[in-house]
């Protein structure tokens, strides 16, 4: 539970962070990215490992990277369940978004990690 609750503290800080980086992502603010992240927990438990299946031959055609469409396309679910409060302006903003979030992510998992185990 503690690891689902940090994982989704880091998830806010990194859709956060890249709001910052696109004006054509916008989230309201730490509360919106908390729920965003919520739902897009939600999102990758439910809708993602469908979409997978589905796409499966164009997955793995392009080696894995057919899967930054997928988190995109998981990304405008997610925006729009929650409205105003998080924006993207096209899908391409969500595709660059979802291969950022992914390296955000990664990294911010890494330091956690890491000082946590030590």
Do not use: C, H
């Amino acid at each position: 539970m503690l690891r689902w609750v940090l994982t989704l503290l880091l998830n806010s800080v990194s859709l956060i962070i890249v709001s910052r980086i696109f004006d054509s992502f916008y989230i309201e603010g730490f509360g919106t990215a908390i729920l965003a992240s919520f739902i897009l927990s939600i999102l990758n438990l439910l809708v993602r490992p469908v979409l997978i299946v589905l796409t499966l031959p164009l997955t793995a055609l392009t080696f894995g990277l057919f899967l930054f469409v997928i988190n995109a396309i998981t990304l405008m679910i997610t925006q729009g369940l929650i409205g105003e409060n998080f924006i993207i302006d096209g899908f391409g903003t969500a595709i660059i978004a979802a291969i950022i979030l992914a390296l955000l992510n990664l990294v911010l998992n890494w330091l956690i990690r890491d000082r946590i185990t030590k």
